[in-house]
């Protein structure tokens, strides 16, 4: 095999810790970089013992610099629950605007090839459904989720410039609402805000009247999908996600069962500009990187319910402190 070093930034946060897992497995170098913000080192705990493993407490939105060669460098740094990139829509802007500048800037000096993390917001609030990479999308810049949306918009903007014009190599992946062990118990985002309701014996939250649809990805299936997008020769973006589509209703009726909890589900007022639909169309990873979910939502969901019951107590007493 031939061992690449690759550099992870968002490396202690849900979906970082999970790539640090699978390059490390492959045998290869990862150098991890975090600042912790929304992130937790228990994460990526089990790694620091490793040769292949080293952690950088950095700042990617900050001058970066990282010695050695470099072979590969994914971009995940960044806030990604609503309710995080609300609190703190400043940094959420620097992460994906000038720590994507930094990143590329890195890459071209290490001659690495860079996959950066966006997103299905990028489509906004959908017009056409389901989503397919030409479609433009529906983003309202000075509402509150435009920190986040935008900022990811202007990463693949300079994401491409540099392709353009330095012949960097580059990799885009839209990524649709993941989901699995490592998230944050209190993040907000909806499968672990309904488990940590129903593991609280509290009513599940939620928001408008249920109808708005999402479609979950298990985060095993997208690890495989980033990875076979990353050894590809593709650099326009590519959607990774489960088009399995399901209203928020019935994903809280599907936790109420998982859970047994005797709770009900009370209505909440609808957060601003909040999507009313997002479903991959996937046509595009299918064909060209014979690539396609496999994990059926019961069994992610089972695992992913195992893990928080796993957890101890007080990260579910103490909301502010749950993992
Ligand atoms: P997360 O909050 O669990 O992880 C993000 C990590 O980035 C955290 O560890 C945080 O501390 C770190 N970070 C944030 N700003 C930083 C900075 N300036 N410098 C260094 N580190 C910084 O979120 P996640 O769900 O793992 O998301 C990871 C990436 O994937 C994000 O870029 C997000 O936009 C993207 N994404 C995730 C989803 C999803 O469903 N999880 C969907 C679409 C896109
Ligand atoms: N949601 C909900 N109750 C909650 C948290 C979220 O009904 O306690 C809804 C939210 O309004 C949205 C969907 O669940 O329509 C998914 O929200 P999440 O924050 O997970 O991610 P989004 O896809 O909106 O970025």
Redesign the pocket.
């Known amino acids: 095999m031939n061992k690449k070093r690759v550099l992870i930034t968002g490396a202690a946060g849900f979906l970082g810790s999970h790539l640090c897992d699978k390059f490390i497995g492959l045998g290869h170098h990862v150098v991890a970089m975090d600042n912790l913000i929304t992130g937790d080192l228990r994460n990526i705990e089990h790694l620091f013992k490793l040769e292949n493993f080293e952690f950088y407490h950095q700042d990617v939105s900050k001058y970066i610099h990282v010695p050695g060669e470099l072979d590969y460098i994914l971009h995940f740094a960044s806030p990604a629950?609503?309710?995080d990139y609300l609190k703190i829509p400043i940094q959420t802007l620097k992460v994906s605007s000038l720590g994507t500048h930094n990143i590329l800037g890195l890459a071209k000096n290490k001659k690495a090839r860079v996959l950066v993390a966006s997103t299905?917001?990028v489509y906004g609030d959908p017009i056409v459904h389901p989503q397919t990479e030409d479609y433009w999308g529906n983003v309202n810049p000075v509402g509150p989720r435009g920190c986040y949306d935008e900022a990811k918009r202007f990463m693949e903007a300079i994401t491409m410039a540099y392709h353009n014009v330095h012949g960097l190599e580059t990799r885009i992946v839209r990524i649709f609402?993941t989901y699995g062990p490592r998230m944050r118990l209190n993040d907000?985002?909806?499968?672990p805000?309904?488990i940590g309701?129903a593991l609280r014996g509290e009513d599940?939250?939620?928001?408008?009247d249920?109808s708005?649809t999402?479609s979950f990805c298990y985060v095993s299936d997208l690890v495989e999908g980033i990875y076979r997008l990353l050894r590809s020769d593709y650099h326009l973006p590519v959607n990774i996600g489960n088009p399995a589509e399901i209203t928020?209703k019935e994903?809280?009726d599907e936790i109420i069962k998982l859970t047994g909890t005797k709770q009900k589900m009370i209505l909440?007022p609808?957060?601003t500009d909040?999507?009313k639909q997002?479903k991959p169309d996937i046509t595009k990873a299918i064909e060209l990187l014979g690539w396609e979910p496999i994990v059926k939502r019961e069994d992610g969901l089972k695992v992913t319910y195992d893990y928080f019951r796993s957890l101890p107590d007080w990260t579910l007493k103490h909301k502010e402190f749950g993992r």
């Open positions: 629950s609503p309710i299905s917001e609402n907000g985002r909806v499968l805000a309904f309701q599940l939250t939620v928001f408008g249920g708005q999402r928020i994903f809280g909440k609808l957060p909040d999507p997002r």
